[in-house]
């Protein structure tokens, strides 16, 4: 094997035990040698259990602390296999599948493997998109458009920014935002866009502080509705989404929620080319070692503690 396995013969070989896990992880998460997460000290004592003690602060840690698999009961070589099938589903992984596939106990058990994952398809710190982009709003949730600035009751504003490759969709951010007031619009492009782009909208008022931002800000569209009619590329973008809703996970997504599926719906969208299957593993896993960071690891935490029965 090389980086990653080519198929599920590999990744059986390669990791059947928790030790080949381990060190593939370690690999991951500590490319250039061990780093203590608490003082960056390089020297390491590796102790019978096979946690690591550093020689600089004394701080004891394992490869998996910090990581979504913090606190695990099951064994790595199961969430490898997870991990293997999550991202060999073209069209995104359901908690009944996963459960039919797996032979897993519950849709419950199944479920919370996968919301522990999903906060790892997002990489901490991740790029802002650049270049051409279009950005506009869509509800979701909901089957009628609404007026923007009044919020439609039961449906989630999500921000979609498209780059433009020519006539096609390159990367893709989802946001869901509060509402489409300034002070949203340009936090959550600030977030996912660099300064310098030029970013395409419609005529809403609430992107007349693009350009103060620092965007080379493009009015396309003098329309201030929102929902039906979206940029080109938005709107193939929301048809997308929509449909995998409603056909993966048949429409079972609640508002509290979506920010999730809305990281695996676009980190799955964002590297819908990558000719191997097991590059998508490798990405996986590479993040889900990357420590998580606050705002998710909160999120999980939450998860975590409305479903006691299913600790994982
Ligand atoms: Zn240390």
Not at 31 to 56: I, T
Not at 90 to 109: D, H, M, V
Not at 158 to 164: D, F, N
Request: with cysteine; net charge positive.
């Amino acid at each position: 094997m090389e980086l990653y396995p080519k198929d599920l013969k590999e990744l059986e070989q390669n990791f059947s035990t928790e030790e080949a896990c381990r060190q593939y992880l370690f690999q991951l998460r500590w490319p250039d040698g061990f780093r203590c997460p608490a003082c960056n000290h390089a020297d390491v004592w590796v102790l019978a259990d096979g946690m690591f003690k550093c020689k600089g602060c004394k701080h004891k840690t394992s490869v998996i602390a910090g990581t979504v698999f913090e606190g695990t009961r099951k064994p790595l070589a199961s969430w490898f296999r997870v991990i293997w099938w999550v991202t060999s589903q073209k069209n995104g992984a359901s908690a009944l599948g996963l459960k039919r596939i797996l032979g897993l106990g519950s849709y419950q058990t199944a479920w919370a493997w996968l919301h522990k994952l999903r906060p790892a398809m997002v990489r901490p710190g991740q790029e802002r998109l650049s270049g051409v982009v279009q950005v506009d709003e869509t509800y979701l949730g909901g089957a009628k458009p609404g007026k923007r600035g009044r919020g439609a009751e039961g449906k989630a504003l999500v921000l979609i920014i498209a780059e433009e490759k020519g006539r096609a969709v390159g990367r893709i951010r989802l946001r869901v935002i509060a509402d489409a007031s300034a002070d949203s619009l340009e936090a959550a492009v600030h977030e996912t866009v660099a300064p310098g782009t030029r970013v395409k909208t419609d005529g809403w008022r609430g992107y007349n502080g693009l350009k103060a931002q620092g965007y080379a800000h493009e009015v396309v569209r003098k329309t201030e509705d929102i929902g039906e009619n979206l940029l080109p590329l938005c709107h193939r973008v929301a048809s997308l989404v929509k449909r995998w809703l409603g056909g993966t996970h048949q429409g079972a997504v609640s508002h509290e929620h979506l920010s999730y599926y809305l990281d695996e719906y676009t980190f799955r969208f964002n590297r819908r080319t990558s000719r191997s299957r097991g590059m998508l593993f490798y990405r996986l896993l590479q993040s889900a070692v990357v420590v998580v960071h606050t705002g998710y690891s909160e999120m999980t935490h939450s998860v975590r503690g409305r479903k006691p029965k299913h600790k994982m």
